[in-house]
């Protein structure tokens, strides 16, 4: 199977030189296309920043990300940023909406940005998808939770990104809720052909996973 | 120390960014007053002090006074240090220049400031003192008993008499103070001679008096008193004249005090919208702190109070700063300016009250320092009563990192494109307030730019010049009535032999360089209303659109005016000829003496009024009315228009053309631009200073606002970020944002600075201020102001772009 995203000696460190902390501690590791991943380790091991790092939000401190052929931080600013909201879709835990644009100007925020709108039935179809076409025109604060979580994969699944990454997206829904999200998150990425790559603490997530690695102290400690 | 007191401390030290810019806004507010006022102080004891040193110190004059009503004066309660002199005659010189001959009371002499630098003052009939000026001009090198045969004109009843030859004995030799280029110079007489040329009754005295010590605070109370005595002795306005430089120099001017206060107003008014701008987005930013301190326990009046211990812990230090530099600046200034007049500032440093110059300076900072925590005070009023209103429960709804602007609706319809204009009309949309208060602020300075600017441009000098010379060289008469020596400058008898003959005016028009020439007539009248004779003046037909297009009020055909039977009059000299008092469909009545022995007498209704260049007569009718009074050549000047503005070769062959004839003068459009240019360029550079400094404070409201919009949004960028906005959208956002605030600023200055600069420059026309004539719209300073706030939006966007990307884009989402 094809190789999506890889990472090669990539680290991270915070801190100071003489107390650093290793956020990221020489990781390698692949990820293959049309597969959901989950990265899964216990609160501060790193996971969010290795995230962070393959979706070139932020930089490393030595190591390469490549996406398809392409190693993202040999990109500079602009490109990266073009690259993203081409290759790579983001779903937070906090859900990250602009408060001021409504629910379908936030979906379609990321190809506005890109110069390119989304055509009419399109955009039904997905706001139908994530069962928020009632909702498509109020503001952010008025939806709850689950809704405000759906309408941020709606952004990232928008512009048919390659990959979808989710930092903890159910971490701040009930389980239910959070139950529904992963599923609607596996049958966009299915129906778009995507690949999905999740960070959860949620076992049952987890567990639908195909394929898990597991990190600690900023190092890939297991792989299923 | 006390805990609220540690508080604002400590928010102040944790807020130093925002608190800086209060504290430059405070600095420049109170730079700016102390700077303005104390430097208006100094200048103004200097001119004082060369007033008291230099200048006359009589501070009223009543001409044509009987010795009888001088004694009435002398010993009058009001009446200080007084004087008499009598103008007993004059010799004329050549370029309209004089030596007066007065006969003067020591007293007087010492007023004028006439002192003797050798020999005696004269005492028998034949003997003269005078100014080495006025030897120098009579064309004399004197010393002190030196015989001197003068040719002088006695004035007798007003009216000069023949010329007379008279030889003198030069008893004394006045201090050399007269300037060459002055038109006026002097020489003292004996009272013997003057007992001898006029008879007690034809002998009319000025009387000289200072204004007996009395607890006088202001000029207008000044005026008032001299106006006053002249009116209990009947002694008319006209002859009554008021020293205003003395009394300026011994008096408070109410008008300065009013022009000093109505810039620090203004500059406190600049500030306190920056301040309360500032306050007002820290305190929306800090709602959910201010929510938790109400949550432990704090009181209204304890969050109200950190608010403010807040705002005055930066005044405490940037007021002091403004007014050091402020001290500075103004020594600096005073250092500059008098680098080349040590000698000047020696001589009026006796006249200086260095304790008054203290007091002064400890008022003015005074005055700043009181300011600058006034406009602390206002502007934290609202902001310390916002602070004390947040509930607790706001500082669970508010989340810290983000105001939400006013988000008041649930839903609206969706954009189908979004696009970075959107993105950032958005944005502006929810903060309202805030976007307003940064643009009237901004507006304030653009608005009173602008209107200065007005004022200055009305002032342009090609203006004043085109006022006062019409067309590149103007040929005019020199006509007199009162000069039994020069019988021939009487009007009667210039048009008898007019020297603007039609071949005249040929030849100066075939000049190379000449482009075309008008000619105008006058008559000369007396009018009632006016105490001397009046000219009026005859526009011919081929110059009717002058006369025409500048009708102000009221209407008539030049047709209409060819009868005689209707005039037009200036609308200036409507006022202050006739004190406001005429009106359209008023009828003038005017005595014309064409020197035939039968003196006209003619009727004319006002027709309409006009705004006329102030080189002109004020009345104004068409040549042809002339026809029925005076058949004779009435041509009284000839505006001369060349190819370029000014051209020494072409005054030369003007100046050739009428050296034979002495009744001709020429002025050229040159010499008034020269300086009314030298004027302006002093007043604007000055209003620019003013400006910039003002501009500065407002440009802290726009940093601030911007500064603001940016950390507050700093998640929000960070989330553009993270789903694909480039660095490049990014400036490019910050970039129409700023560009709408200039945007809005452009048009609020510009409108309002339009609409609120015409009531200025009408008031400024109406009161003769700075020769404003004629309405300028000030492009120059609109493109100036313009290109000024581009460069610093584009700065300012540029480096808050940079500012945002500081952080990496997690940190910034993670906020």
């Not at chain 2, 005073?334 to 000698?343: E, G, Q, R, T, W």
């Not at chain 2, 400036?731 to 609120?756: D, H, K, N, R, V």
């Amino acid at each position: 199977m094809e190789t999506i995203v890889k990472a090669e000696k990539l680290i991270k460190y915070y801190g100071t030189k003489e107390n650093p902390v290793k956020a990221v501690d020489q990781i390698d590791l692949e990820i293959k296309r049309g597969l959901f991943t989950v990265i899964a380790g216990r609160s501060g091991s790193g996971k969010s920043t290795l995230l962070h790092l393959l979706g070139g939000l932020d930089r490393p401190d030595s190591g390469n990300v490549y996406i398809g052929e392409q190693n993202i931080f040999k990109l500079n600013g602009n490109d990266l940023a073009k690259f993203r909201r081409r290759k790579i879709g983001f779903v937070f835990q906090d859900f990250n909406l602009i408060p001021s644009l409504t629910v379908l100007e936030n979906i379609i925020l990321p190809l506005g940005l890109e110069g390119k709108t989304m055509e009419k039935h399109a955009a039904e179809k997905l706001l139908e998808n994530i069962g928020l076409l009632d909702k498509k025109d109020m503001l952010p604060d008025t939806l709850s939770g689950g809704q405000k979580q759906r309408c941020a994969i709606a952004r990232a699944i928008a512009a048919k990104p390659a990959i979808i990454l989710a930092d903890e997206p159910t971490g701040n829904l009930d389980s239910q809720t959070g139950l529904e999200i992963v599923t609607l998150l596996r049958q966009s990425v299915k129906e778009y052909g995507q690949t999905l790559v999740m960070i959860t603490h949620d076992k049952s997530i987890a567990r639908m996973a195909d394929k898990a690695i597991v990190i600690k102290d900023g190092k890939v400690v297991g792989r299923t | 120390m006390n805990m609220l007191y540690r508080i604002a401390k400590q928010n102040r030290i944790y807020y130093r960014k925002r608190n800086l810019l209060i504290g430059i806004a405070i600095f420049l507010a109170s730079f700016l007053i102390f700077f303005i006022s104390s430097f208006a102080a100094v200048f103004q004891q200097e001119s004082y002090a060369s007033i008291n040193a230099f200048n006359p110190n009589w501070q009223g004059q009543y001409q044509h006074v009987p010795t009888e009503l001088a004694d009435k004066l002398a010993s009058h309660p009001d009446t200080g240090e007084w004087g008499l002199f009598a103008e007993m005659a004059f010799t004329e010189l050549p370029a309209q220049k004089y030596v007066y001959y007065y006969c003067m009371s020591d007293d007087a002499r010492d007023m004028l400031r006439l002192k003797l630098a050798q020999g005696h003052m004269p005492e028998a009939e034949n003997e003269i003192a005078l100014t080495p000026e006025a030897a120098r001009q009579l064309g004399k090198s004197v010393k002190v008993g030196d015989p001197i045969s003068l040719s002088y004109q006695v004035l007798r009843n007003g009216k000069a008499d023949y010329s007379q030859q008279k030889e003198f004995i030069v008893s004394g030799i006045l201090e050399d103070t007269e300037d060459s280029a002055g038109q006026a110079f002097t020489a003292l007489i004996s009272n013997k001679l003057l007992e001898r040329e006029l008879p007690s009754g034809q002998v009319s005295y000025t009387f000289l008096f200072r204004i007996s010590n009395r607890d006088i605070s202001s000029t207008s109370e000044a005026e008032n008193i001299i106006k006053n005595l002249a009116a209990e002795y009947q002694i008319s306005e006209e002859n009554i004249r008021i020293n205003s430089y003395n009394l300026a120099a011994n008096y408070t001017d109410p008008n300065m005090i009013l022009i000093i206060s109505i810039i620090i107003c203004t500059v406190a008014l600049a500030g306190i919208i920056t301040i309360y701008s500032i306050y007002y987005v820290r305190i929306q930013e800090r709602i959910q702190e201010f929510g938790r301190l109400k949550a432990i326990g704090m009181t209204q009046k304890e969050l109200r109070r950190i608010v403010f211990l807040e705002g005055i812990e930066s005044a405490k230090k940037a007021a002091p700063l403004g007014i050091l530099t402020g001290l500075a600046a103004e020594i600096a200034a005073l250092l500059i300016l008098h680098a080349n007049s040590l000698d000047y500032f020696q001589e009026i440093l006796p006249w200086l009250s260095i304790p008054k110059l203290i007091i002064l300076h400890i008022g003015t900072a005074a005055l700043s320092l009181g300011t600058a925590f006034l406009m602390m005070y206002i502007s934290m009023k609202k902001p310390m009563r916002t602070a004390a209103k947040i509930t607790e429960t706001e500082a669970l709804r508010y989340p810290a990192y983000q105001n939400r602007g006013t988000l008041r609706k649930k839903a609206r319809i969706s954009r189908k494109r979004i696009h970075i204009f959107y993105l950032v009309r958005n944005h502006l949309g929810r903060y309202k307030t805030r976007s307003l208060l940064t643009i009237l602020s901004m507006s304030a300075t653009g608005i009173l730019a602008i209107i200065v600017a007005t004022v200055l441009s009305c002032t342009d000098a090609r203006l004043y010049a085109d006022d006062l010379c019409h067309g590149q060289y103007m040929i005019g008469e020199q006509i007199e009535f009162r000069n039994a020596e020069h019988p021939e400058r009487k009007w009667e008898n210039v048009i008898q032999d007019n020297p603007l003959t039609d071949d005249l005016l040929q030849k100066i028009k075939e000049i190379n360089g000449v482009r075309e020439i008008s000619v105008f007539d006058s008559i000369f009248a007396e009018i009632p209303e006016i105490s001397d004779k009046f000219e009026i003046l005859g526009v011919p037909e081929e110059n009717k659109s002058f006369l025409m297009d500048r009708i102000t009020q009221g209407s008539v055909s030049y047709e209409a005016l060819k009868s005689g039977e209707q005039v037009i009059v200036d609308e200036h000299a409507a006022k202050w000829y006739f004190h406001g008092s005429l009106n359209i469909g008023d009828t003038i009545t005017y005595v014309v003496d064409t020197g035939n022995g039968t003196p006209l007498t003619k009727k004319a209704k006002i027709a309409a009024f006009g705004d006329y260049p102030l080189a002109f007569p004020k009345i104004l009718m068409a040549s042809d009315a002339f026809k029925g009074i005076c058949p004779a050549n009435c041509h009284s000047g000839c505006s001369v228009w060349g190819d370029e503005d000014y051209n020494k070769e072409t005054e030369n062959q003007i100046k050739m053309i009428i050296e034979e004839e002495p009744l001709l003068q020429l002025s050229t459009w040159q010499e008034y631009y020269e300086l009314e240019q030298e004027t302006t360029r002093d007043v604007t550079a000055l209003c620019c200073i003013f400006l910039g400094f003002l501009g500065g404070i407002c440009i802290m409201n726009m940093i601030n606002t911007m500064i603001s919009s940016v950390q507050q949004r700093k998640r929000e960028i960070g989330i553009l970020q993270a789903v694909g906005m480039t660095d490049r959208q990014l400036s490019g956002m910050l970039q129409l944002e700023g560009g709408l605030y200039i945007l809005g600023t452009l048009f609020t200055t510009i409108a309002c600075g339009s609409l609120l600069s015409w009531p200025v420059f009408l008031w400024a026309k109406d009161h003769g201020i700075l020769g404003i004539r004629k309405y300028e719209f000030p492009f120059m300073a609109v493109c100036i102001i313009i290109v000024i706030l581009i460069i610093l939006e584009i700065l300012l966007a540029a480096f808050l772009a940079h500012s945002a990307r500081k952080d990496s884009i997690i940190d910034r989402i993670r906020l």
